[in-house]
């Protein structure tokens, strides 16, 4: 495989003014996710923005940035502007999309994403972890997967939602929004209209099962903090303060 990582990252959200330039122990967020990007060493990293502010942050710590238009209905679509970009001749295979707002992800996850790959047959790679806490088993803030093992913490995704799913006995799996596409899965994939399931559920990956993607995600050991208010900032800043202070 030949992959490329790109962060998608935007200005515009409303509950965290400024998201991706606020600060997390002297540097924007937006260079905290890349620093985790770059640590997971498994492809060239690159954000998408449609930010001047945000690109610039990027290549004073030696990143690289390529500006987008500002219009994008998802990090999907901005995610396959840029690769249009930086790729004109279609080099990278593989594209791994990891969210903007997630500072504190590990390394491992990024690249558990992409290990379903490996497979031909796969067309998207994910991961997901268990749901520990009771209260999240019901709460539609957190989308579970529905899938059937394949055995070494692996599964193909039969459907993912928001309600409290598959009924029974068992564990329930949190999916992360972390996505390796193959870069023609990524083509048709943005091509399409939103579909059925997709618009009833508010998630953009049942189009891709809706039009017969194979889906297979990877379980990892941790859901990664999305920051979205003033108070997840500062649990990353937490976070991110004891493994530092770990390491040393």
């Known amino acids: 495989m030949k992959p490329v990582l790109l962060i998608p990252s935007r200005l515009a959200a409303t509950r965290l003014p400024n998201k991706p330039l606020a600060d997390i122990h002297g540097e924007p967020m937006i260079v905290a996710v890349w620093r985790r990007a770059m640590e997971a060493d498994i492809a060239p990293v690159w954000i998408a923005t449609d930010t001047p502010a945000i690109a610039d942050a990027i290549r004073a710590v030696g990143g690289q940035a390529v500006l987008t238009q500002p219009d994008h209905p998802s990090g999907s679509d901005r995610v396959f502007e840029a ?45 997901v972890a268990p749901i520990l806490r009771a209260e999240e088993r019901e709460a539609s803030s957190v989308v579970k997967m529905v899938g059937t093992p394949l055995g070494g913490g692996r599964f193909r995704a039969l459907y993912f939602t928001r309600a409290q799913a598959p009924w029974g006995e068992g564990p329930l799996y949190h999916h992360i929004g972390l996505y390796a596409w193959r870069t023609k899965a990524l083509a048709r994939f943005v091509a399409m209209p939103p579909s059925p399931l997709e618009q009833r559920e508010k998630l953009e990956q049942l189009r891709a099962l809706e039009a017969g993607m194979r889906i297979d995600a990877m379980e990892v050991a941790e859901v990664p903090l999305g920051v979205d208010t003033p108070e997840d900032l500062e649990r990353a800043r937490v976070m991110l303060a004891n493994r530092i202070a770990a390491a040393h």
Not at 91 to 101: A, C, H, P, T, Y
Not at 116 to 122: F, G, S, T
């Open 83 to 127: 690769l249009g970009k930086i790729d004109p001749d279609h080099r990278f295979d593989v594209v791994i999309n990891v969210q903007g707002d997630l500072p504190t992800v590990m390394p491992a996850t990024i690249r558990a994403a992409a290990a379903p790959l490996v497979d031909a047959e796969v067309a998207i790679g994910t991961a």
